[in-house]
Every structure is written in C-alpha cells, then in structure tokens.
C-alpha cells in the first residue's frame, strides 16, 4: 500500500498527551478504512504533528482522523518508503506510538525536523577531462570515502548519490555541522599530500520540518541545502539562518555572510558559513 504522510497544526493547549489520545482512536477505527497508523511526531513547540499512515490512498487516511477525533490534517502527501527511513531513520517509538530519540526515554520526543547536507567536488566534469576517467573516479571515491567516514562518525545517513556529491540527513544540526568540518578537515589532509591533484568540495546544509510547502518530503529544506552548496565557495561550507541559531552553545564558529541570493527562492536568504581550519 501506499505511504503517506500528514501535517497538523494545533490547537494553543493541545499537549503530547492529547495528541497521544488522538492516535489511540485512529488505532480503534483504522481498520474499517484498510488503513494503519504506525507512527507520528510531535512538534510541541512547532504546534505541529506529522503522521505517518499505510493507506490505498489519501482520503482514505483523512477520514480515519475525521471519524477518529476530527483532528483533520492540513497537507497530506504519499511519500517513498525508502526516502522516508532515509530522512528520519529508524523511528523507535514509545507505547503511544510517538517517535522518540534513539535510547532516549518514552518522553524525549522526536518533532521530526532534520538537517539535511550536500557536497558537490568542484570541477568535477574538469577533473575527467584532464585526468582521464580511471584517475577521475579513484580521485572522487576518496571524497565518497571521506564523507561517508564522517557521516559514520556524526550520526548521519546517506540518502543518495548525487554523481559528483552525496546529499544525507541529520537529526542533529550541529552533527550536520561537524560531520562538514571533518570533511573539509580531511580534504585539506588529502590536498596537502597529494598536491598534485587537489580536491576540493562546497559544503551546504539546511533545517526544516518534513513537510512544508511543497508536496515533498523535506521539499524546502533539500531545495535549500541544495542551493547553498551551489552558492557556497571552493572549501567552504555555507548554512542556513536556522542552523546557526539551532547550533548557539555548541562550541561552533559561524560567520554571517549575509543575504545570498538564490534560484528558486523569491527573497535573499541569510547564510552562515561554518569555520573548519583549526
């Protein structure tokens, strides 16, 4: 069956227990509609709730929650399965079917917004060109090698290859940040020792909640991270606004670049590009 996932905005007052309640009753009426509530986050300080549902199809799923409670969502999108585990991973819950941090406590509730991180090796396409195929590749396997040593070693997961860059996902922001320090960090090792053939790679990254205004999982927040890698310079690693105030007292140096500008974005963004050179 299909994947979806919902958003719903709450009520001022509305407590994790009441969204608990709201869940418990879906479980009751879910079956008379083939559909399965699994899972769901609570944002509490967002006001936000997102759950996840096996459906034969969206309004399927909406009308479990109206018969259940009447808590009716204010998006519904299907969402790939695999992209799904990617972004938020395993999803341990507690007894109330909330998502909760791995090994945390039945009350260390994950609001489900995640970091999401891209790499892009400059002149990738120049590299084939002047090395030759064989060369090129063995030079971009090492930055798979680096970046997925430092993904192992921050918490982060790999969502996909881009071909000259890998886009992955974070729980936390400031993992995100530092898996990009190390990155840069073992990158300048690499160049120092081979400077004949020096690799050197954008970094960006980017917050937000799962769904927002486009009908994508994370839609915004790859669209952004995206960018910002685009826009950020050789060895640098440029993030947004929110990462840098999700980050404040965790030991992590930003500098405020400003306003960029970027595609597909009708305002300026304000970036921070993070400090790796010790």
Known sequence: ?????????????TTAEDVAKAHAKDMEVQQKYGVKYGKYWVNESGKKV????????????????REAHGMMPEKIIEVQPELAEGFLGGMETNAAGAVV?????????????????FTDVVNSTTLTQSLGD??????????DTIVRDALSASGGREIKHTGDGIMASFVSPAGAVRCAIQIQ??????????????LKVRVGAAAGEPVEQH???FGCTVQLAARLC????PEQILVSNAIAELCLGKGLLFEDVGEVTLKGFGAPV?????????
């Open 134 to 143: 064989e060369a090129a590749l063995a030079i971009l396997g090492v930055h």
């Open 230 to 233: 685009a826009h950020a310079q």
């Open 185 to 198: 960090r073992e990158l300048d090792k690499h160049a120092q020792a081979n400077p004949e053939h020096p």
């Open 215 to 217: 009908n994508d999982l």
């Open 1 to 13: 069956m299909p994947l979806y996932m919902d958003i719903h905005n709450l009520d001022d007052g």
């Open 101 to 117: 941090f791995p090994g945390a406590g039945a009350d260390a509730r994950d609001p489900g917004i995640r970091t999401v991180l």
């Open 50 to 65: 997102f759950c996840l549902a096996h459906a034969p199809n969206a309004e399927a799923a909406e009308q479990v929650h």
């Open 270 to 278: 304000r970036a921070h590009a993070a400090a790796w050179r010790q």
